[in-house]
């Protein structure tokens, strides 16, 4: 019996180009550990302003019906500066109106700075991804969280000074309550992302553009202070002022965002 020949095995295309969703897979398994803190930081600071809220101000206005020389002897109304309302609101304030330097700080070292000293990203642009794909993919991937965990935090922040206005002896025109209390805060993250970007795609080094990113990010941040301070004249109220400023910091981030990608294609030519 004759046997039939064998038909041929088709032959293998052309690889095809790895997708955004491969591309954001990737930048969460490469960078899981740093966003693993980011998660762990916001889940942190949402559960303190929590604590403020439902335990240490209900506490607190308990122990104000009672003479102040009194209240010593009493359980849960002794002073102490780490459980005081007010102090801890104002340091978990004054952490997240900075958060912005550190995000700086990773997306210049270790997001774009070490990934262009190591070669990895060399190495992902001959592999079918282009520079400007490479350097989206990463920005998003990043973003996404930080976008998400920031308004969650503001949308919290926000909510507890609201509720405790009365009781927390602070103001919204100082830094530590207007920039959490809002869109600041996110726009603020995203701004640090994106001189991280423009930083590690300038330097192509890790530790000179984590420090290049953080110096840059914390100068602007307290440069920006002195721009929307005289905001609060002409402007009448907090969301006039939070949303101008808002848009300034914005401005910024989509500046800084178009420079690292007009770097990139330079230094990937």
């Keep these: 019996m004759t046997a039939l020949p064998a038909t041929p095995a088709p032959a293998p295309g052309p690889a095809s180009a790895p997708g955004p969703a491969s591309a954001h897979r990737s930048v969460r398994r490469l960078h899981r550990p740093a966003l693993l803190v980011w998660a ?58 900075y958060a912005c330097v550190a995000v700086a700080a990773w997306a ?23 520079p400007a794909r490479w350097l989206a993919g990463r920005l998003t991937g990043a973003a996404l969280p930080l976008a998400a965990g ?6 919290v922040f926000g909510w507890v000074w609201g509720s405790d206005e009365g009781d927390l002896v602070t103001n919204w025109t100082y830094d530590r309550v207007f920039i959490p209390h809002g869109p600041l805060l996110p726009a603020l993250l995203l701004l640090g992302l994106a001189v991280g970007a423009l ?27 002195e721009a929307w301070l005289p905001l609060h004249g002409p402007l009448n109220g907090f969301w006039a002022v939070q949303l101008s400023a808002t848009a300034m910091v914005l401005a910024l981030t989509a500046a800084a965002t178009a420079g690292a990608f007009l770097l990139l294609r330079r230094r990937a030519r």
């Design 40 to 97: 762990g930081f916001v889940l942190l600071v949402t559960g303190w302003l929590l604590w403020v809220h439902f335990a240490e101000v209900p506490a607190e206005r308990a122990c104000r019906g009672f003479h102040y020389s009194a209240r010593g002897d009493l359980p849960g109304c002794g002073y102490s500066a780490f459980t005081d309302a007010n102090n801890v609101f104002n340091f978990l304030g004054e952490a997240l109106t």
């Design 108 to 130: 210049g070292g270790a997001l774009i700075g070490r990934e262009l000293e190591s070669g990895t990203a060399r190495f992902a642009w001959t592999q079918s991804v282009s």
């Design 150 to 155: 920031g308004g969650l935090l503001a949308l």
């Design 199 to 225: 930083a590690g795609t300038a330097l192509g080094r890790t530790l000179p553009a984590l420090g290049a990113a953080a110096a840059v990010t914390l100068v602007t941040r307290l440069y920006l202070r």
